[in-house]
């Protein structure tokens, strides 16, 4: 959530992660999710962020922090792993104290519109089989910098996922609102007579520090949706 707000503090940041932290901690102590290697890289990659913000000079660590920095570390230092015990992370929940996160009034919430012909299953779009298909996406962006990375995740039967990359720099408008017209193709055709694709807008989650790589292939961090799915359907058609 936090990196679809514009204008959070170094502070406001920091705070959110805690709460990141501990829900991390939490789910890892969950017997069913003690297995759960995904949690235990958001961690890892939360307290990155951390030791960045604090690396700064402008925010102190919380003892909470500490703590699990410490558990962390000790456990690096032996042969198990955490996921082996992760219980060894919940005493360290006994220094997290909630804060309240106090707005300046300058918050704003990204946000995505995404409008397209053919999101009616009884009216599909036609497709040729052995082709790719072009899609004419309406979109408009709120509060949005052309810093972003931005992508277009389009999937189809839940196995197929293609990822375009949208460069903002390259797209006229402002960071409050910008609208345009923008076409994508699909080139993971299923075979089969009709099909239906799900087609949303999300951003890569981008902390200071990480290494950027080129925007080929889709994301190589967490997203995030700034929209919910559309739907659209094709039905094929003979050469």
């Known amino acids: 959530m936090r990196y679809k707000l514009v204008g959070l503090t170094k502070e406001d940041n920091f705070l959110i992660l805690e709460l990141i932290i501990a829900n991390s901690i939490l789910t890892l102590c969950n017997i069913e999710a003690c297995a759960n290697k995904t949690t235990l890289k958001k961690l890892h990659s939360v307290m990155s962020c951390i030791e960045h913000i604090c690396g700064e000079g402008s925010t102190e660590s919380s003892n909470f922090v500490v703590e699990v920095q410490k558990t962390l570390s000790e456990i690096d230092t032996t042969s198990s792993s955490i996921l082996d015990n992760p219980y060894l992370l919940l005493k360290s929940l006994e220094h997290f104290t909630p804060r309240k996160v106090v707005s300046s009034g300058n918050l704003k919430h990204m946000e995505?519109?995404?409008?397209?012909?053919?999101?009616?299953?009884?009216?599909?779009?036609?497709?040729?089989?052995?082709?790719?298909?072009?899609?004419?996406?309406?979109?408009?962006?709120?509060?949005?910098?052309?810093e972003s990375r931005l992508w277009i995740k389009m999937s189809c039967e839940e196995k197929l996922t293609q990822f375009v990359f949208l460069d903002l720099h390259e797209i006229e408008g402002d960071d409050e609102v910008r609208k345009f017209t923008f076409v994508v193709p699909f080139y993971q055709i299923p075979k089969a007579n009709c099909f239906s694709l799900k087609i949303c807008i999300v951003l890569e989650c981008i902390s200071d520090g990480d290494q950027l790589f080129r925007s080929c292939g889709g994301p190589k961090h967490e997203v995030v949706h700034l929209c919910e799915d559309k739907e659209v359907y094709f039905s094929g058609q003979v050469r």
């Open 112 to 146: 995505a519109e995404l409008h397209f012909q053919g999101n009616e299953f009884q009216n599909p779009l036609p497709f040729i089989f052995g082709l790719p298909v072009g899609l004419s996406l309406d979109i408009k962006f709120h509060n949005i910098s052309s």
